[in-house]
């Protein structure tokens, strides 16, 4: 294999910015969020919230309005909170983040829920240094660089799921019920009517935070139904099949990050990274992030033809070492997540129709989550948050 030493056609800061790993990958931090105090005053709205979806946004949502001493629900059709900030505790001596995995430090702003010392002194980080080895994978050859201006840190011995466990889950854990998907929401009236497999709940206000591919496929009813322009919004949307997986070795043998170029760049992105990086662990597990059509690619395997075809593309990439060194592995589909069906919105999606996602309807239906932004950065745990505390403002009249 030819490796060339050349000035890399972007920093890891900029392929990452453009690429943007999103809930499978990167996550920043509470940049947009106001200050802290202003959740304690008591909003003039009496009425009650139902929040559906117990992710990154709707653990949000929740914690807000509590914090407001606002009466709310969250309605979750899995069994389990998180989302898409799901961990695999098992494979490795530290936490291995199937989900969100990242956060920027230049906006690492912990403070704006939680004083940043506090979080800081039980969720560690760590930030790589400029002269890490970055490569790119191109056309049989692998381009080698370094990170230069990449500001993004590792959780240690944690993740973004973690953070929401320690400082917001007990404050809304006792609002949760599990294991009771929406079916069908009914605004017409005074009063909001959501129906369940087994009951219906009523609510003067709720916040959707679920995946846009559930409202694609219809998985929730409306009525009356959703308005034109978000229906439409909802169509144009492009949500991207999302695969992870993570490779344990006998021996290291691969830099910090390598990046396939993908060609053309809408089709989606492919990431090798040393998962192990910056942890308190000598386990060498090599980490793979896929979006879009090399995921459903990737997800369209069988585990034993998976393991064969990433096998053979590493060999090539690393001169024969992968198959030397493999262990074992695990994967993470989150196409075939029942409750997500896919990653994220696509990065190339029109921001007109982000921001349609977004609008509230009826001032009774609002939307959180990492895609309902105003259309300016959608897909990261900071958007899912910040869209929270937008929607929750909105909701109590705050603006």
Known sequence: MNETLLPLPMTRKEFIRRCSFNLLGLGLSFQQLGAARAYLEKPSFKGSVVIVGAGAAGLSAGFLLKQRGVDCKIIEAA????????????????????????????????????????????????????????????DGKLIRGTLNTFNDRKFVGSSWLGFFEKFILPSVQDNILYNTPVRAIDYSGEKIVLRTDKEQYTADRVILTVPVS????????FTPALPKKKRGAIENITYWDGFKAFFRF???????????????????QVSLYDAAWGQKSDQPILGLFSVGQPAQQYGSLSKEAFKKQLLQELDEIFEGQASRYYINHITQNWSEEGYAQGAYVSDYTAPRDIARLRK???????????????????????????????????LLNDN
């Open 79 to 138: 069994p389990e909170y998180g989302g898409r900030m799901k961990i695999n505790r098992s494979f490795a001596d530290f936490p291995i983040a199937l989900g969100a995995e990242w956060i920027s430090s230049a906006n690492m702003q912990f403070g704006q829920l939680i004083p940043q010392k506090e979080v800081l002194q039980a969720i560690p980080t760590q930030g790589y240094n400029q002269d890490e080895e970055y490569a790119i994978w191109q």
């Open 214 to 221: 559930l409202l694609k496929t219809g998985r929730i009813q």
């Open 250 to 268: 006998e021996k290291k043998f691969y830099p910090s990050f390598v990046d396939y170029l993908i060609q053309p760049e809408t089709a989606g």
């Open 360 to 394: 509230p309807i009826a001032d009774k239906l609002f939307f959180a989550g990492d895609a309902y932004t105003q259309g300016y950065d959608w897909g990261n745990v900071h958007n899912a948050i910040a869209s929270a505390k937008l929607c929750v403002n909105e």
